[in-house]
């Protein structure tokens, strides 16, 4: 079992940045790949950045490239999503995730198993 708790979100200006911050519990999360989606009212979840579970890989939709960067560090079960030039339309929650152990499949909320209960982030244009 893993448990994930997201924090850093809030209220930003736009261009301005934010870094989301999620810790998880249990011994496997250096086995496991970790993604950020976020998500608003009416729409689905949608996948923004993910990592594999060495950090060597990532992954990032095509409205952030170049304005987000994700990263862990194994030795202190934590991913960060640092989000830069920070846009209206980047208003959201945001989800920390966890996918399954050595799994190469990370696109899709099918493939996380675990989830954070969500932060609010609010980029004012």
């Known amino acids: 079992q893993v448990q994930l708790v997201e924090s850093g979100g809030g209220l930003v200006q736009a261009g301005g940045s934010l870094r989301l911050s999620c810790g998880a519990s249990g011994r496997t999360f250096s086995t496991l790949p970790m993604g950020w989606f976020r998500q608003t009212p009416g729409k689905e979840r949608a996948l923004v950045a993910a990592i594999n579970w060495t950090g060597h890989t990532t992954y990032y939709a095509d409205s952030v490239k170049g304005r987000f960067t994700i990263s862990r560090d194994n030795a202190k079960n934590t991913v960060v999503l640092q989000m830069n030039s920070l846009k209206s339309e980047d208003t959201a929650v945001y989800y920390c995730?966890?996918?399954?152990?050595?799994?190469?499949?990370?696109?899709?909320?099918?493939?996380?198993?675990?989830w954070g209960q969500g932060t609010q982030v609010t980029v004012s244009s």
């Open positions: 995730a966890a996918g399954r152990r050595y799994s190469d499949n990370y696109y899709t909320t099918y493939d996380y198993d675990y």
